[in-house]
């Protein structure tokens, strides 16, 4: 007899496939009308998707993500095609101050440049509307995302998404706008760090390699990646596709300082248990475990002088990434 849980989840997983249905309807409707409206329409549509995935099955989770990857790729073409047979306009834009970057790294925001999504191939597709940040291009620099607030209070912005790309030899802070983020997407991050404090939102990250990944999310989902290391405080399982040697830990009690215990608190990540260990494989469907993914030994845990790290004024990039990242190599 199916318990009160799972029957809980079947309803809300039937009722979830009725209304994307509806949602690639009215895209697709819309789409003839206005395109910026049915670019915002997926984006919302992916964030609802990333969120129904706790009580969706691994099927429909596969099937329905599928299913919007194609919808981005038509609607992406559709916008490509209608720029070539209209008129041309070579927009301007704007350089980011010299007091904002710290090497030469493009740090945009809404003003400037909104971040696009992007299909499982890495191909840049639908720009968004609204706040957010985004970071591409960047290599061999520490980059904080407290310059962002120079640009304006960043917390009291309405939620927003925030997009890494191409990020080389770095380590990427996101801590100081961890509270006012709704999804974070990385793609191509090698031989890097990014933390990031909780936030109630998704995390997906496409095509890394030798990386570490700080995070407090309510979803996690690692693609076509290989040698990433993530400490993590996840309320829903965490999910892998495509790649191996990932390892899974606990989010570093030395890193839970006041501030990012009160944003666990505000999150309302802290009131649920971490499924940090409770990790699905698309990959891997036997009854044994998958090889592709482990938990480290207590013993191979970075200690507090590791963490530290993080939070010395002198950023010492290039120690921490080989106490961190180098070392993360080295799999059990």
């Known amino acids: 007899m199916a318990s009160a849980g799972s029957a809980a989840n079947a309803a809300a997983a039937a009722k979830f496939w009725d209304y994307f249905q509806q949602q690639k309807e009215a895209i697709n409707a819309l789409a003839v009308q206005s395109k910026d409206d049915a670019s915002q329409k997926i984006r919302d549509l992916d964030s609802n998707l990333r969120e129904a995935f706790i009580y969706l099955p691994p099927y429909d989770q596969k099937r329905l993500s599928k299913d919007l990857d194609e919808l981005r790729g038509q609607h992406h073409q559709q916008r490509s095609t209608s720029k070539q047979q209209g008129f041309r306009f070579k927009s301007a834009v704007a350089k980011p101050n010299n007091a904002l970057a710290t090497a030469s790294s493009s740090v945009t925001t809404a003003a400037s440049e909104q971040p696009s999504s992007a299909d499982s191939d890495g191909q840049a597709s639908l720009p968004a ?21 120079l640009l304006g209070e960043v917390g009291t912005a ?22 006012s983020l709704r999804a974070l997407n990385c793609h191509r991050i090698q031989n890097s760090i990014v933390i990031c404090g909780p936030f109630a939102g998704s995390v997906t990250v496409r095509d890394s390699n030798n990386c570490v990944l700080v995070l407090g999310a309510r979803q996690f989902r690692l693609e076509n990646s290989q040698g990433v ?10 999910i892998i596709e495509k790649s191996s040697g990932i390892r899974f830990a606990p989010y570093p009690a030395e890193l839970r300082t006041p501030r990012i215990e009160q944003e666990f ?15 699905d494989d698309f990959n891997w469907l036997r009854r044994q475990a998958s090889p592709n993914w482990s938990i ?11 963490w530290s790290l993080l939070d010395d004024a002198s950023k010492p990039r290039e120690k921490l990434i080989q106490a961190l990242v180098a070392t993360s190599q080295e799999r059990e």
């Open 229 to 238: 290391d993530v400490y993590l405080y996840c309320t829903s399982h965490p």
């Open 129 to 149: 509307t609204g706040p957010s940040h985004k970071y591409t291009g960047i290599s061999d620099s520490w980059v904080g995302a407290d310059m962002l607030s």
């Open 265 to 279: 608190g505000t999150s309302q990540l802290g009131l649920q248990p971490n499924s940090f260990d409770r990790v």
């Open 158 to 179: 309405s939620p927003t998404d925030c997009e890494l790309r191409d990020i080389t030899n770095s380590v990427v802070d996101l801590r100081p706008i961890s509270h």
């Open 296 to 306: 480290p030994q207590a013993s191979a845990l970075p200690s507090a002088d590791v």
